[in-house]
T-cell receptor, first 115, second 111 residues
Framework: EPEVTQTPSHQVTQMGQEVILRCVPI?????FYWYRQILGQKVEFLVS????????KSEIFDDQFSVERPDGSNFTLKIRSTKLEDSAMYFC?????????????FGPGTRLTVL | SQELEQSPQSLIVQEGKNLTINCTSS?????LYWYKQKYGEGLIFLMM?????EEKSHEKITAKLDEKKQQSSLHITASQPSHAGIYLC???????????FGQGTRLTINP
């Protein structure tokens, strides 16, 4: 069964360093998303991406964040200068179509720890 | 924007017992999604509901969306240890290309 994959599973970085989180969405999906979950808190939306453009972004997704689909398979989230409060589980998701009534399939997540 | 409130926040039940988890929305729901998350892992899609009164089942899990489309319930019959985890409800957010989530219900099954 097709699934969303993410690498790395764990990333430890120093405050101020750049990190790139990678995702391979399900191959026939057209919509891509990043969410994050700080320990003990709700899953929060960061950004959605369709047709090589950002469709929607949250207040969290400031200038320190960027997304890219560098080729036909990967979808990346870059954090330019990490802060302590960026420590969280980051989930990539993909769907065949956009909202409403779109089933989003999530990857296993990347646990980011900023020291 | 849409806000989702789940109850209870945690639930401990004896194996074999039935249980219900509720998800209440601040606004009319369009798509309502149930996911299961094991601690520290990704979200596994369970079911999507879209019409008022709709009910769907998968194995021993049944989810329903009420007629007014502001509340959904997830019911597990004859619970098993494999049902343990965190159940999350998610919803379309007023046409925005994103889902909003409830805070989750942590389910523990005691043997």
């Amino acid at each position: 069964e097709p699934e969303v994959t993410q690498t790395p599973s764990h990333q430890v970085t120093q405050m101020g360093q750049e990190v790139i989180l990678r995702c391979v969405p399900i191959s026939n999906h057209l919509y891509f998303y990043w969410y994050r979950q700080i320990l003990g808190q709700k899953v929060e939306f960061l950004v959605s991406f369709y047709n090589n453009e950002i469709s929607e972004k949250s207040e969290i997704f400031d200038d320190q964040f960027s997304v890219e689909r560098p080729d036909g398979s990967n979808f990346t989230l870059k954090i330019r200068s990490t802060k302590l409060e960026d420590s969280a589980m980051y989930f990539c998701a993909s769907s065949v179509r956009g909202v409403p009534y779109n089933e989003q399939f999530f990857g296993p997540g990347t646990r980011l720890t900023v020291l | 924007s849409q806000e989702l409130e789940q109850s209870p926040q945690s639930l401990i039940v004896q194996e074999g017992k039935n249980l219900t988890i509720n998800c209440t929305s601040s606004k009319t729901l369009y798509g309502l999604y149930w996911y299961k998350q094991k601690y520290g892992e990704g979200l596994i899609f369970l079911m999507m509901l879209q019409k008022g009164g709709e009910e769907k089942s998968h194995e021993k899990i049944t989810a329903k969306l009420d007629e007014k489309k502001q509340q959904s319930s997830l019911h597990i019959t004859a619970s098993q240890p494999s049902h343990a985890g965190i159940y999350l409800c998610g919803a379309d957010d007023q046409g925005a290309q994103k889902l909003v989530f409830g805070q989750g219900t942590r389910l523990t099954i005691n043997p």
